[in-house]
């Protein structure tokens, strides 16, 4: 029974893992975009540039041809870059009674009230923690 | 009962391993954050000095190659900075896909609390292949792609980020002006303006 326990355990562990981590990186969401749209960037898009939306939109004129893999992912990666920004825009305001709280004095700027309440985890609230998590920044 | 235990173990074991495969990619967003973060308050130095300077120097150091470093280059040296690589399509300002990664990487980078509200220069180096006047005019449309690509698919604020362009005015080996080492872009810290 015992050995039951350590397995579900293994295996809550597993499945809850990646719920803790809702959002990705910028680095991770358009990797995916290079590695399920590059082929069809480099047919379609041969003068489309990452700036201003150029690819996203070329891959949008092109949906009927480019792959169906790419025209999944291409939708994907935009809501994760706008769920990470999302995360990061609210990040000050979630935290900001813990910050009041455990970062008292503590001088703005150049991350400093951010290592100070990495610092404070186990005393900041998890509606807090929970947003540093969300916007990337542990 | 002895099933259960192996599957959950083997699980387990996967979910470690692929961890620690992830630790071993040759660049992350804490090696930038580390190389860029604890600017000096005030730099004495604008991303326009910079490109004035490149632009001198060609001007009055005519030639093939450059006779010597690129005024400012000491000052520069000074700095907080990182250097990444970035290709490019030959001859061409467009990022390739294979490099999409290290523009996220740095967009990661800048979005974090420890450099944000900092002033920072992209800077496009090239080797010394070709004229002095191409490569720098290349250099500069490179730097402004990667800067565009920032501020506009991953929003990293504007007004903090300026592009400029050394050509081959800047070589990090002299020694191998040809040299792919050469070819970079690197990121600057001018602090807080």
């Known amino acids: ?138 | 009962m002895k099933t259960y235990l192996l599957a959950g173990l083997s699980a387990a074991i996967l979910a470690v391993s692929s961890v620690g495969a992830a630790a071993q990619t040759k660049l992350n967003r804490n090696e930038i954050i580390n190389s860029l973060q604890g600017a000096q308050q005030e730099v004495d130095l604008t991303a326009d000095q910079m490109q004035k300077a490149a632009i001198e120097n060609i001007r009055k150091y005519p030639g093939a190659n450059s006779p010597h470093d690129m005024p400012l280059s000491a000052k520069l040296a000074t700095l907080r900075q990182f250097n990444v690589e970035i290709t490019f399509e030959f001859d061409s300002d467009r990022i390739r896909p294979d490099s999409y990664e290290t523009v996220g990487l740095i967009a990661d980078a800048l979005h974090t609390p420890y450099l944000q509200g900092q002033t920072f220069v992209i800077v496009g180096h090239t080797d010394a292949k070709g004229p002095r006047q191409y490569n720098l005019d290349l250099s500069i449309k490179r730097a402004q792609a990667v800067r565009e690509a920032l501020v506009t698919t991953f929003q990293v604020p504007g007004q903090y980020l300026f592009a400029v362009g050394l050509g081959e005015e800047q070589l990090r080996d002299p020694s191998k002006p040809d040299a792919a080492v050469n070819r970079r872009v690197q990121l600057i810290n001018l602090g807080y303006k």
């Open chain 1, 1 to 138: 029974m015992r050995q039951l326990i350590f397995a579900i355990t293994a295996f809550a562990m597993l499945a809850s893992a990646p719920a803790v981590a809702q959002t990705v990186g910028f680095a991770e969401a358009i990797k995916m975009l290079g590695a399920s749209c590059g082929k069809d960037i480099e047919t379609y898009c041969k003068s489309a540039s990452l700036a201003n939306n150029g690819i996203t939109n070329c891959l949008e004129k092109n949906k009927a041809k480019v792959s169906a893999k790419c025209n999944a992912d291409r939708v994907t990666v935009l809501s994760l870059i706008r769920e990470r920004l999302a995360a990061q825009a609210s990040v000050a305001q979630i935290c900001s009674r813990d910050s009041a709280q455990y970062c008292k004095g503590v001088k703005e700027g150049a991350g400093h009230i951010l290592r100070c309440l990495l610092k404070a985890q186990p005393s900041v609230s998890a509606k807090c923690n929970t947003a540093i998590d969300l916007a990337g920044y542990r």
